[in-house]
């Protein structure tokens, strides 16, 4: 068997890490990340290599010469894996490993692997197994050794007992077989999804009448950490990426009467493959339906403004770019990189700054999410029966009691209240409410 490619996995595996930018494009032209990445997903990064190309080789993607530099470094270096910070075509990938013979991997391979390892819940593991089966199954040349051809029923090979009464013939190759199993697995996930997305949607559809925050933001920027700082929900806190791929929803009074619902989902880096962006749609649903969203950036890193505009590209894809959004700058106190925090703070000057981990700035991020949850404050007039208590109670915890006048058994009452929190107040009240300034 070729031993050059048997497994997508790079656990425990040496790793040389390649960065080949095409010219023209700074953007990106450390492998910080991909270390990371790398990491991540069990390797152990052993040289880095990095090539800026005037025009991308369509047959090695850099050039020859740099291809077998990098054979070179490979044996110096005793690695198993290449890894590349670039998407490479099937074609690509097949004359590297000739070249370097060794198995070579692509980023979004490489980030398919980190999900493998992470998914725990059916439902993660389903949308994996389905970007995975999608993403390598023009690949499939390249992933298997056993591409001869399988005899009909009188060929004297052993191949030749595959087949049977009606097989007779030119066969057919496996490489043919192994295309229609992965389609035909591709077909039962999208089904056994399917359902799963339909009762999480049916969930998500009973939370109509509660306001709906979501976490958004890079992987590893203090998501998690956030959540169990305002729930103490317990959520895993890791310091590594995708630490958690499943989207967790807890109750969040942050002020007396305001109930929220406070969702964590899976972190974005750049580039997410697009395959894992549309297999985790459903699980995104939570972020589409959010009324407001927390977009939480790790301020720590020298590349947080890149970070930003990379989630803002995954919530464009998704169709959530115009929703309500806050901007929390975390991890305030381990900032490194100096004057990012000004800059950040310079560019996006309604931005809330805070430390998940100590605390700092909790109070301001909730004062900031009660004014969107509560929306513009109304004053308006209405009266009530003096015996509908709950109608005073949840003025009294959603707003304020301007005043009261009592007479002949009713209550002429003027208050303020967040628009937000007026459809509450219309369900315990059938009458009018005349709205006296806006």
């Known amino acids: ?218 992987t590893n920027a203090g998501k998690s950490t956030l959540l169990n700082a305002l729930t103490d929900a317990g959520v895993l806190v890791e310091d590594r990426l995708f630490a958690t791929l499943d989207t967790r929803t807890r109750r969040w009074t942050p002020a007396g009467g305001a109930d929220v619902l406070l969702s964590d989902t899976i972190g974005f880096v750049r580039n997410l493959p697009h395959q894992l962006v549309a297999s985790f749609r459903a699980t995104l649903e939570e972020v589409v339906n959010a009324d407001l969203l927390l977009h939480i950036v790790d301020v720590s890193s020298p590349d947080a403004l890149k970070q930003i505009e990379s989630v803002n590209g995954v919530l464009a894809e998704i169709g959530c770019a115009r929703r309500p959004m806050l901007l929390v700058l975390n991890k305030v106190d381990v900032v490194r990189a100096v004057g990012t925090l000004e800059m950040l703070q310079t560019l996006y000057n309604d931005a809330i700054c805070i430390s998940a981990k100590t605390g700092y700035g909790l109070d301001d991020l909730t004062d900031a999410v009660l004014v969107q949850y509560r929306g513009t404050e109304l004053v308006f007039r209405m009266t009530i029966n003096q ?19 009592y007479l002949n058994g009713e209550v002429l009452i003027e208050a303020r209240l967040g628009r937000n929190q007026l459809a509450g107040l219309k369900k315990l009240h059938r009458g009018d409410v005349e709205i006296i300034q806006r």
């Not at 050059?4 to 023209?24: C, F």
């Not at 015996?387 to 006048?405: E, M, P, W, Y």
């Open 1 to 218: 068997m070729d031993k050059v490619r048997e497994t997508l996995r790079v656990r425990k595996e040496r790793a040389v890490l390649v960065g080949a930018v095409p010219g023209g494009n700074r953007d990106y032209d450390n492998l910080e990340e991909l270390t990371a990445l790398a990491e991540s997903a069990g390797a152990v990064v052993v040289d880095k290599f990095q090539q800026k190309l005037r025009s991308i080789n369509p047959a090695l993607y850099v050039g020859k010469g740099k291809a077998e530099q990098l054979a070179g470094r490979v044996r110096r270096f005793r690695a198993d894996v290449v890894i590349f910070d670039n998407d490479l075509l099937p074609r690509q990938v097949r004359e590297l490993e000739k070249t370097i013979e060794v198995k070579v991997l692509d980023r979004s391979e490489l980030i398919l692997d980190i999900f493998a390892g992470r998914a725990r819940t059916r439902q993660a593991r389903l949308q994996v197994e389905l970007a995975q089966l999608e993403y390598t199954y023009p690949r499939l040349t390249r992933m298997w050794s056993h591409l001869d051809t399988v005899a009909g029923a009188g060929g004297a090979t052993a191949a030749g007992a595959v087949g049977g009464i009606g097989t007779r013939g030119p066969g057919e190759q496996q490489l043919e077989i192994d295309r229609r199993l992965v389609n035909k697995r591709i077909t039962e996930l999208k089904g056994e999804l399917k359902k799963i997305d339909s009762r999480r949607l049916r969930e998500i559809d009973g939370r109509r009448g509660l306001f709906k925050i979501c976490l958004v933001g890079y």
């Open 387 to 405: 015996s509908n208590g709950r109608v005073q109670s949840f003025l009294r915890a959603h707003g304020t009691i301007v005043k009261q006048d």
